[in-house]
């Protein structure tokens, strides 16, 4: 297996350790060394990574028994998220999934998938759900992911990291980042939220399992209704952990544009977005469901290109889809306060479809009228 990787990513060209969030720039040229050679590591390589990580030692080695080299893509995509399957072992009532059906590819056509990916040029890679560790084979994706030389992020709750194999697997092939989402700071907020009792004691077991283990841990503190008043108790949880940490507080429409995840909202956490100024979403990141269909991110899911039966090239379309997807319209299109926006026209159809209050997602609703009356 690999110990390094070198790889184009969009104008540049990096090596990268897996499960290391640290990376050396290399360029063009030492890049095409390193893929033409069969020889002992050049002296800059051993250089370079031992300044870079002092553990390994490459004196003497091989370029081809420590290097994958990644071959570049003419498609350019260096990101992209992959859905296992939609089925959770939790019931969370914000949860933007709503069906959460459990439904995915067999593993000849996820094997498949994923080699269409890499061939997109695909260097980092989440890995999400539903709940991915659950799914009988997130092993088998995961472990081939790695292989084809990807760095991989996996979204969890947590709850499966207790298991000897699942964590195994995580600290043999370590992971660029770990994310766990926090749903509160005790069980009964937790619980509560989750609807599945047990399920703060789980969470608990399967952080603290990650921890000792050393793995490369994120944690995503879930605020609503339910667990608003365990804010800072959740920050203190991760600050005595030494995690870092990010505060979701926004509740989004499910992603069929159904109302039912809204009321989780806390109103008194909810946030005014940054200006949304654009983003990579269909043209240097994509988001692949379940079945295979890919579409420009998690939020804006129509219309989808079919991977299995297209391949990578059907991945040509995403980009103009992407730019009309991102088009203000609708009653956005006469607003003069586009440019302090926070909300992508994705998620504001989203929102519209759920037939949610304008405050949800238009931040500066009584400016907008009074520009208009003027």
């Not at 390193?34 to 080695?61: F, H, I, K, M, T």
């Not at 439904?103 to 498949?112: A, C, I, T």
């Not at 700071?185 to 009792?197: F, G, H, K, N, Q």
């Not at 009653?331 to 037939?355: D, I, S």
């Amino acid at each position: 297996m690999h110990t390094l990787i070198a790889s184009p990513f969009l104008d540049d060209h990096l090596l990268l350790r897996p499960g290391s969030t640290q990376g050396l720039r290399i360029g063009e040229r030492r890049f095409k060394e390193l893929a033409a050679a069969n020889s002992p590591c050049p002296p800059w390589l051993v250089d370079a990574v031992g300044r870079r990580w002092p553990d390994l030692q490459l004196a003497g080695r091989r370029v081809d028994e420590v290097v994958l080299v990644r071959q570049a893509s003419p498609f350019g995509y260096g990101r992209a998220s992959y859905e296992l399957n939609l089925g959770c072992n939790y019931d969370c009532e914000h949860c933007y999934l709503a069906l959460k059906k459990f439904d995915g590819l067999p593993w000849p056509d996820r094997k498949r998938l994923l080699h269409v990916m890499r061939d997109a040029g695909v260097l980092w890679l989440q890995l999400t759900g539903g709940e991915p560790l659950i799914d009988k084979l997130f092993p088998d994706v995961y472990r081939l992911a790695y292989e084809l030389g990807m760095m991989i992020s996996v979204s969890s709750n947590g709850s499966r990291l207790p298991n000897r194999s699942i964590l195994d697997l995580l600290t043999t092939l370590r992971p660029y980042r770990l994310t766990i989402s926090v749903y509160g700071a005790t069980a009964e907020s937790y619980d509560s939220l989750t609807r599945r009792p047990g399920s703060f004691a789980k969470f608990q077991r399967g952080l603290l399992a990650a921890h000792e283990a050393g793995l490369p841990l994120n944690l995503n503190l879930i605020v609503t209704q339910h667990n608003a008043h365990e804010h800072d108790a959740m920050i203190d949880m991760a600050d005595r952990l030494g995690l870092p940490h990010h505060v979701f507080s926004n509740m989004s429409p499910t992603i069929y544009g159904g109302a039912e995840s809204l009321p989780a909202q806390s109103r008194e956490y909810l946030r005014k977005r940054k200006p949304f100024t654009g983003c990579n979403a269909g043209h240097t990141f994509f988001h692949v469901d379940p079945h295979g269909q890919a579409s420009i991110c998690k939020v804006g899911r129509d219309p989808q290109i079919p991977l299995l039966a297209e391949g990578v090239d059907g991945l040509a379309r995403l980009r103009s889809i992407a730019d009309k997807l991102l088009l203000r319209q609708g009653g956005c299109t006469g607003c003069g306060l586009q440019g302090t926006c926070g909300t992508c026209m994705p998620l504001v159809t989203l929102y519209r479809k759920a037939n949610a209050p304008l405050a949800s997602y238009c931040q500066h609703g009584p400016d907008r009228r009074d520009q208009q009356r003027r």
